[in-house]
């Protein structure tokens, strides 16, 4: 039987977030860890672990048919894969800094300039897009000691709360693009791996929804009923039960984590009680 073979990175910050992922698909690895192959008994799949520079290669070549990285390494790499589904998870900016003292006067600025980056292309574009003319100068890692050393005036990299480019006396200038962990596949998968794969995302959406949704239930007395199910944005039309109290209710539907205070306040000022909200597993719609 094909299966779906699918590269996650080795060892970083995205290594234990991808696992997740597939644990709460229901896909438990045999014998997990850092390995470079792992197979699982429930889901026809493979895992393949490695480092994420490689996974849109492997990719493009067909000897991984699914991975899990950044849209940075995606859109650096520029091989041929299609970005399926962004995973919510491992998000950062790509930005341009300079050493804290200089003043900015805008992106013409870095005209002549030399600046320090792990991602040439995206940088490259960037700056062809914008008609500014700099030199690149590309360096594996460690990038924002650069202007520091006296390698280049300014940097290009990977920020998620600015305290590393705080730290080397660097400010933010500029923001190129956002990046979060994203699913990519092979442009030419045969018709069993595609099946899989819509399999795999089926359960990949479940496992999104669920997490953008509560549980909710709460005690109302009948006469407020129907306020609170105008407040109560459930799947359908919210499940009621009597209480064995006279005249009251209990009331159970499903709410989006985003309305979530709001809503909150809205029902206790419409006589709601014992408010319960829980987290939802799966959901199916
Ligand atoms: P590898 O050894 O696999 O090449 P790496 O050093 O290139 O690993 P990590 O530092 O583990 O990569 O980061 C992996 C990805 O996590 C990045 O490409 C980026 O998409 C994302 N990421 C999110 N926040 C950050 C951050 N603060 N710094 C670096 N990467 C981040
Ligand atoms: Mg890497």
Redesign the pocket.
């Known amino acids: 039987m094909s299966k779906l073979k699918i590269a996650v990175?080795?060892s970083?910050?995205?290594s234990e977030k991808s696992l997740d992922l597939l644990k709460n698909c229901g896909i438990k690895l045999q014998n997990g860890g850092r390995i470079l192959k792992a197979s699982t008994s429930n889901f026809p799949i493979e895992v393949l672990f490695l480092?994420?520079?490689d996974i849109p290669q492997y990719v493009e070549q067909g000897i991984a048919d699914i991975g899990i990285l950044?849209q940075?390494?995606v859109w650096e790499k520029q091989k041929r894969v299609n970005e399926l589904k962004p995973l919510g998870f491992?998000?950062?900016r790509l930005s341009i800094a300079i050493p804290k003292g200089n003043a900015y006067t805008g992106i013409s600025s870095f005209e002549g300039k030399r600046i320090a980056t792990s991602y040439p292309n995206i940088l490259s574009n960037y700056f062809q897009k914008a008609g500014v003319n700099v030199a690149i100068e590309e360096i594996g890692g460690s990038v924002e000691i650069a202007p520091g050393i006296g390698l280049a005036d300014g940097i290009m990299d990977?920020?998620?709360t600015g305290s590393t480019l705080l730290m080397n006396g660097l400010k933010e200038v500029e923001t190129i693009a956002k990046?979060e962990?994203v699913l990519i596949s092979n442009q030419a998968l045969s018709p069993k791996k595609t099946a899989l794969l819509d399999q795999l995302l089926f359960r990949i959406n479940a496992v999104q929804q669920s997490k953008e949704n509560k549980y909710i239930l709460l005690n109302a007395p009948n006469t407020q009923l129907a306020t609170i199910t105008k407040i109560l944005p459930g799947m359908k039309s919210p499940t009621v039960l009597p209480l064995a109290e006279k005249g009251w209710s209990s009331l159970h539907s499903v709410i989006r984590e985003d309305d979530f205070w709001n809503s909150i306040d809205q029902l206790k000022t419409a006589g709601a009680e014992g408010i319960l909200v829980v987290p939802v597993e799966k959901m199916i719609l």
Do not use: F
């Open positions: 990175q080795k970083g910050r995205l480092r994420d520079d950044g940075n390494e491992a998000g950062c990977i920020v998620s990046s962990a």
